[in-house]
């Protein structure tokens, strides 16, 4: 590319006005930057682009002091695309139109010095606003090339993560279904163990009785540690069949008013008359809807109560469905941790709910958000769902 500029710099430099030596220093100038420019821009992205603009359209506008009888006439007009298309590349929509502003802006400047010896005929004026015009177009339709290829590569950044992380899931998979497989049955003897020990030493006192219990229900414990990682771990396999979704949040939240029958929870469910069904995994889905219903509950528990709202909505391409909670929420600093396994702020958490949602999510193609700040009105956490209809639903 750099060798690309310094060809097109020599050609300028080799057509007239050959002896101005005023046009060949800026011709070096351009070069000069050209070569630098690289590395100001990683050095300092932000600063570094407002220097190349500044750069690029000040040789330009003095390449064209020094290139014709009166400048606004010079042949050398087009030497504006560069920093036209420089803008493109570098900002946004905006911020190429403002430069692209500007760039036209020091080019018609060139106007007031002429007009004191000219004056400005229809022709002229015509050929200046085609010259302007055609800046303009220029930036604009290489602005938009830029920003779809950006867009295009940020999408293929997204992809290329969530397939690695599945194939780093599946690795973990069969590791840890294996291991989970060989703790499980000698805890099963702990536990039958435990057991008969409590029966037999019922005579004995209370101190080997009550070790006997903690034996077992620490086994309970790991029991369920171990049984949470496997459903993180284990490849999924999706029974694929038309689902009702709100019979689906209906059964997770009695299972959760069953655990939590003490709890005071307003609950408001808003689903539209005739929402579509839409081909998912059953369990896995109850499952998503269950995790997210209990992290409510156990939001909401320390207050003693509060309000649950669960709804869901159709859209285009699938169903979005919410659940938001009036606890605490979650604090800004944790909301890029809280989907990591293992994270947990509960004593008793294993830290395994929403990595197990966002997996099931990925299977089915949909996605798990935490939404900031629901309403200023009511805090709380409001975690949406959007699932794609997937083939043969109602709509699909
Ligand atoms: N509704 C919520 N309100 C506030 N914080 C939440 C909510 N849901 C999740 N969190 C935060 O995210 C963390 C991770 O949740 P996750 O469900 O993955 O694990 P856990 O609930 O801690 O443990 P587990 O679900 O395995 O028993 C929680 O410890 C909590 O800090
Ligand atoms: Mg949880």
């Known amino acids: ?32 930057w050209q ?46 695309y560069v920093p036209v298309v420089t803008a493109a590349m570098l900002f946004g929509p905006r911020g190429t139109l403002g430069w692209t502003a500007v760039a036209s802006g020091a080019y ?25 015009f055609f800046f303009f177009l220029l930036a604009l339709i290489i602005n938009r090339f830029v920003m779809e290829s950006r867009e295009a590569a940020a999408g293929l950044l997204v992809e290329q993560e969530r397939t690695r992380r599945a194939e780093r899931l599946a690795a973990l998979g069969q590791l840890s279904a294996g291991l989970a497989h060989e703790i499980r049955n000698p805890l099963a003897v702990i536990k039958g163990s435990a057991e008969m020990l409590s029966k037999e030493s019922a005579g004995a006192g209370a101190l080997p009785m009550e070790l006997a219990g903690y034996i077992s229900s620490e ?47 307003v609950v408001t469910r808003a ?84 990595a197990i949602v966002s997996k099931i999510m990925d299977q089915h193609g949909g996605e798990l958000t935490l939404v900031e700040g629901a309403s200023p009105a009511s805090p709380g956490a409001r975690f949406e769902v959007f699932l794609p209809y997937g083939e043969h639903s109602d709509r699909g």
């Open 35 to 80: 070569l630098s420019e690289g590395r100001v821009l990683s050095r300092s992205p932000r600063h570094g682009r407002v220097l190349a603009m500044v750069v690029k359209i000040g040789l330009a506008t003095l390449l064209i002091a020094h290139t014709g009888e009166v400048a606004i006439n010079s042949s050398y007009f087009p030497i504006f």
């Open 219 to 265: 086994v309970d414990r790991v029991n369920v540690l171990v049984g949470r990682f496997l459903d993180f771990a284990r490849p999924l396999r999706l029974d694929r069949q038309p689902v009702d979704i709100p019979a689906l949040l209906d059964r997770a939240l009695a299972d959760a008013e069953h655990r939590w029958p003490q709890a005071r929870i």
């Open 108 to 132: 018609c400047a060139y106007l007031l010095p002429a007009l004191r010896h000219y004056s400005l005929d229809a022709y002229g004026r015509d050929q200046l606003a085609l010259r302007v």
């Open 1 to 32: 590319m750099d060798l690309l500029w310094l060809v097109f710099l020599g050609g300028l430099a080799a057509l007239p006005p050959v002896r101005e030596i005023h046009k060949q220093l800026i011709l070096v100038g351009f070069g000069v």
């Open 271 to 354: 689903f539209p008359p005739g929402l579509p069904r839409l081909v998912a995994d059953r369990t896995l889905m109850e499952r998503v809807f269950a995790n997210l219903i209990n992290n409510a509950f156990e939001a909401m528990a320390p207050a003693g109560g509060g309000r649950l709202t669960m709804g869901a909505s159709g859209e285009t391409a699938g169903i979005r469905v919410w659940i938001q909670d009036s606890g605490p929420g979650v604090p800004s600093e944790l909301r890029d941790q809280i989907f990591n396994p293992f994270f947990t702020t509960k004593p008793a958490g294993t830290g395994l709910g929403l």
